[in-house]
């Protein structure tokens, strides 16, 4: 009897250890999802469709782990396409084949079928985002990743009390699919969007008056407000009346706190910021308006949200706002120039000194001939005069099978013919199709400079890396010049991202060290410049022993 007493004790106090110090009992879990992929009916600006969501939700689910947690999520495409997710952001050390990209890392999910995607978040904590990564499907199907810190580790700026995500996104009242076939048969521009969205909604709009967003506080509160750009093709400001935000973390990468009233956001981009609840009970405007400092046409709609503070009586005035100019470039520069990496000795900024590879990559829109097309031309878009040609088995695949004749590994990593990037544009306009990826070997440094290009007119392009954290090393306008820019390179505490905007006629300069091997795609997050050919992969070579090399395929991956 003596003994099972001590033993009931003993379970006890064991219980009660864990209750108090939860760290101490489980250093990470294993986080399940279902994600269903299902149409279904909505109606927005007055207009209804029939759109793809995940679990009937527009935004979708949020995918809440703490750093160190592996997360299986099971795909299950109830849907009338194929589908992929990609988990954009999250590093997939030793996860390629759960990246997600279509035809680069596997075949898509057909209807009817499913895929487990699992992975283990190592060294993040932030913000990110999940997205479809199949044509144009993104559209709607996307949502909110939160990695927590570890059981016990604070975050390094002051602890809000509560979190907010907000996820900014575009809206067209027809089939996106069907805008995209369009285009593509055409040879033209797609359709603008008819909207912008704050967490699926438009707010109020010429000719309806839709109900909008109201983003709930109470006095003397601080909030971390989690912002994701979920957009297709437009660069966002993001506005609150009267408050100011303290930027802390991008792309899941902590910052040095800096207060702004605008927050500049690109597509693919995470921003969060902390909001402080101190002005005046009332009802605060809050806009979602579009940056676009070249003459292309955009949508130019301002989504309106409110900003409500508890025990704010009925039928109160909204306190207004001014709206950022459309083409604010001074704006954009600031709040870009401001971002700088914690570089704190528990989140340094391991920025690499030396470089194994240095890479110049010209980004732009140039013109190939068609003859099914109206006007017996296309638009098309290249990476190095590259128009990326995507394959019809997925990259990886082709990789670890030795499947022949899918790639080539003859990337250039320079312009063939250089010119004056944005200057008068060369005489011959066309660029050259191809799917060419580029080698890195395992742990190998690499500097990329993403020049863009005037050949039909400049402009910015928001560039995402797969499998990757880089850190933004230096940017400007005009010409990349080697010998005068990379002195003015930040090699102390540049911001670390996992996407970019390189600035209309202008260059920006990124390094990271190739740690992860497998395929990972390397694109203009501009859905339209991606659908055009701005894209291009690279191949980082195994290491030594399995912790350094492609493990092999899940037994349920996806046939093409």
Known sequence: MLAKMKFSSRIQVILLVAFIYPALMVESLVRHYNFRVVLKSTTKLCSSKA???????????????????????????HGNRNVTIHWHGVKQLGTCWADGPAYITQCPIQPGQNFIYKFTITGQRGTLLWHAHDSWLRATLHGAIVILPKLGTPYPFPTPQKERIIILSEWWKSDVEAVVDESTQSGLPP???????????????????????????????????????????????????????????VDASYTKPFQTDTIFIS????????LEANKDIGNYLISVSPFMDA????????????????????????????????????LTATFIDSLRSLDSKLYPANVPLTIDHSLFLTVGVGI?????????????????????????????????YNIKGVYTLDFPPKPPNPFDYTGTPPVNVQAANGTKLYRLGYNSTVQIVLQDIAIILPES??????????FVVGTGLGNFDPDKDTKTFNLV??????????????????????????????????????????????????GEGPNESLTPPPSDLPAC
Request: charged share 15%; net charge neutral.
């Open 368 to 400: 190939n001939p068609c003859d099914t097309c109206v006007n017996g031309s296309k638009l098309v878009a290249s990476v190095n005069n590259v128009s990326f040609v995507m394959p019809t088995i997925a990259l990886l695949q082709a990789y670890y």
């Open 295 to 330: 003459p292309i046409g955009i949508d130019n709609f301002t989504s309106i949200a409110t900003l409500r503070y508890k025990h704010t009586p009925r039928n109160s005035t909204t306190f207004l706002t001014s709206i950022p100019p459309q083409n604010a470039t001074p």
């Open 51 to 77: 759109i793809l969501t995940v679990n009937g939700k527009f935004p979708g689910p949020t995918l809440y782990a703490r750093e160190d947690d592996t997360v299986i999520i099971r795909v299950t495409n």
């Open 461 to 470: 392009h928001p560039t995402h890396l797969h499998g990757f954290n880089f």
């Open 267 to 274: 597509p693919g981009q995470t921003t969060t910021a902390l």
């Open 191 to 249: 359709n603008i969007s008819d909207a912008h969205t704050i967490n699926g909604h438009p707010g109020p709009a010429p000719g309806c008056s839709s109900q909008g967003f109201t983003l709930h506080v109470e006095s003397g509160k601080t909030y971390l407000l989690r912002i994701i750009n979920a957009a297709l093709n437009d660069d966002l400001f993001f506005k609150i009346s009267r408050h100011n935000l303290t930027v802390v973390e």
């Open 493 to 542: 505490d540049p911001v670390e991202r996992n996407t970019v905007s390189v600035p209309t006629g202008g260059w920006t300069a990124i390094r990271f060290r190739a740690d992860n091997p497998g395929i990972w795609f390397l694109h203009c997050h501009l859905e339209v410049h991606t659908t055009w050919g701005l894209k291009m992969a690279f191949l980082v070579d195994n």
